[in-house]
């Protein structure tokens, strides 16, 4: 049969097509192929014990003017190796059953995690050996080369290295918090107490740190917070098939047997010096910046505190709270509006409870929320709209997993949340008054680094949305307390805050319970007392002259005048006419 000149002409293109489609194929194949190939030559994972070694760096943490302000240290004793065999039983069980289920029989990796991880750019596609060459590499960079890479030696190490082998180099690694590497080193940190002597409970605590080891230390967020993290591991120990529901229904949260930090304890750094290292470290992890990638790449840190805010903040809760009764608390922060930057963090000396980061009830504090949220939804002043208006100023929406501004089911809101009834950390409300203090443009407060990156927080509202919330202050510090029952001057919760341009510093005062506050003398702690005292004090130099605006008019701030025209008139306190120190 002969084929026409069309026809041929046809064949021809498409043995073309056909031709290009198998190159192109065995492109997509082959070079993969080939790059994994080469790879698997030419890569390697160093042992733990050199690894190690090289972790022994000091970092250096700064104040913003670039001087000294803390070291982190390794502990004695806190790079200890620990055999597989020598490590418990429940430990590797908890470590497996939170980290990675199917180590004993995955190849190095767990296909669907990494897919996951792919498709929503979410976390949860690394397994145990995946984990142990990051933190043996160093490398923790969101690239898909650093997976590539993860992937070819995950592989290589799970063909020439026992499990036992994999599982050993990686718990030796990995950080527990505290300063810790190794099994060894957390048990100490945590429980005071040897290897040898681990519970179930003890167990899974240690597995739940792993995920974000400065993010769930009881020492820094509370028991309530750690407990649930805790929960989480514990369950899991069930639903692998670790141990039976009656042994979990045996277990409880180890609050109790938990030690402060090591670190502390040791006399190397007061108590508010390890609160603020907390909040660093956990900033920086965030960000991809574990401990160990500290030790090895950046060996000094400069932080947005300055040097002479931190130490007022410092002295004046110490000078304040002197001769009061004992169960008295305070913590001071204070946020430049305009950059972020935390220029003072006081959690309080009095433990290892960091009581700036700690949710306390809020009060009267709230108010400029309600008052702004007319204008920034330009609807009705309800309970979903004061809540949204909240978040957009820079409340978290979610705290360490639970919903803030909400009740235990993590759905209804109270119809008093305008009335300060929930409990938000002194940290989140400056940097939620920072937003309205830099004309409605929310800056995040951070620890690390310089100017952050802002934007309106509520459109082209945002100036006169600051200005109704700034209006609710006036001069001065806007005192805040929460009252305990309907009537009468028992307050378990008192706040000094202002809405000043240049710098936003936020006191509170209060006490491990709710109880009511009373001073040595017997009078009872208000917002206008002891926290507006510890206000001006801090926020003034010691000659007594206020530092830059201290005082200053809302209608001015924001280029307001009389009659302005926003919902509600503004009232502000004339500096004569409040509480003076």
């Known amino acids: 049969m002969t084929l026409s000149r069309k026809q041929r002409k046809s064949s021809k293109v498409w043995r073309r097509t056909r031709r290009t489609l198998y190159v192109l ?20 994972v160093e042992s733990p014990r050199h690894v190690l070694a090289e972790l022994d760096r000091t970092v250096v943490l700064n104040y913003s003017d670039g001087t000294p302000m803390m070291k982190i240290l390794p502990e004695d004793g806190d790079r200890q190796y620990v055999q597989f065999a020598d490590v418990p039983a429940k430990l590797v069980s908890a470590i497996i059953a939170v980290e ?14 990494i897919v ?14 995946q984990q142990y060459i990051k933190n043996s590499t160093g490398d923790d960079d969101a690239s898909y ?56 409970s003890q167990a899974a605590f240690l597995a739940g740190m792993l995920q974000a080891p400065y993010g769930h230390d009881p020492a820094a967020v509370g028991d309530g917070e750690a407990a649930k993290r805790w929960e989480y591991a514990a369950n899991k120990l069930v639903e692998r098939g670790y141990i039976s529901p009656a042994d ?48 090895r790449e950046i060996a000094t840190v400069r932080t947005t505190i300055d040097r002479n805010a931190q130490a007022r903040a410092v002295q004046v809760l110490h000078d304040r709270l002197g001769g009061q009764p004992d169960y008295l608390r305070a913590a001071v922060v204070s946020i430049d509006p305009k950059t972020g930057g935390v220029l003072a963090y006081a ?23 309600p008052r702004a949220t007319a204008v920034a939804r330009g609807e009705p002043v309800t309970p979903p709209n004061i809540r949204q208006t909240a978040y957009d100023a820079g409340i978290p929406e979610f705290v360490d997993g639970q919903r803030t501004l909400t009740q235990d089911d993590d759905v209804h809101i109270a119809t008093t949340i305008g009335d300060g009834v929930y409990r938000l950390r002194p940290l989140d409300l400056a940097g939620a008054y920072a937003t309205f203090a830099n004309h409605g443009t929310r800056v995040p407060p951070h620890f690390v680094g310089g100017v952050g990156k802002g934007k309106p927080a509520f459109g082209d509202k945002s100036t006169a949305v600051a200005a109704m919330a700034v209006a609710t202050g006036g001069y001065g510090p806007l005192p805040g307390e929460f009252r305990l029952g309907d009537t009468g001057d028992d307050y378990s919760d008192a706040w000094a805050i202002n809405l000043g341009p240049q710098t936003v510093t936020a006191v509170w005062v209060g006490s491990d319970d709710e109880r009511a506050l009373r001073t040595a003398d017997g009078r009872a702690v208000t917002g206008e007392s002891l926290p507006t ?13 206020p530092r830059g605006r201290t005082w200053f008019d809302p209608r001015k701030q924001f280029g307001l005048a009389a009659g302005d025209g926003l919902p509600g008139a503004i009232t502000s306190r004339k500096p004569d006419d409040g509480f003076r120190p």
Request: net charge positive; glycine share 12%.
């Open 116 to 129: 996951r991880a792919m498709v929503t750019g979410v976390g949860g596609g690394s397994g145990i050996t």
């Open 248 to 295: 979990r229904a045996a277990m409880a949260y180890p609050g109790k047997e938990i030690v402060p930090p090591g670190q502390t304890a040791g006399g190397k750094l007061s108590f508010t010096e390890y609160h603020i290292q907390q909040e660093v470290l956990a900033e920086l992890e965030a960000q991809g910046y574990s401990l160990a990638r500290l030790r």
């Open 533 to 545: 005292i510890m206000w001006h004090e801090i926020t003034a130099p010691t000659d007594g002259v």
């Open 25 to 44: 194929t065995g492109l997509a194949l082959g070079v993969p192929a080939i790059a994994f190939m080469i790879g698997y030559l030419l890569w390697d």
């Open 347 to 369: 959690g309080g000396d009095w433990s290892a409870r960091d009581y700036a980061s700690t949710p306390h009830r809020t009060g009267t504090a709230f108010r400029p929320f």
């Open 100 to 113: 990675d289920p199917t180590f004993w029989t995955n190849d190095g990796f767990e296909p669907r995690g």
């Open 145 to 200: 080369f650093r997976k590539f890479k993860e992937l070819v030696l995950a592989t290589k190490v799970t063909r020439e290295r026992s499990k036992q082998d994999i599982f050993e180099s990686y718990v030796n690694l990995v950080s527990f918090g505290r300063n810790t590497h190794g099994p060894a080193a957390g048990m100490n940190a945590y429980f005071g107490k040897p290897l040898a002597s681990m519970t179930w």
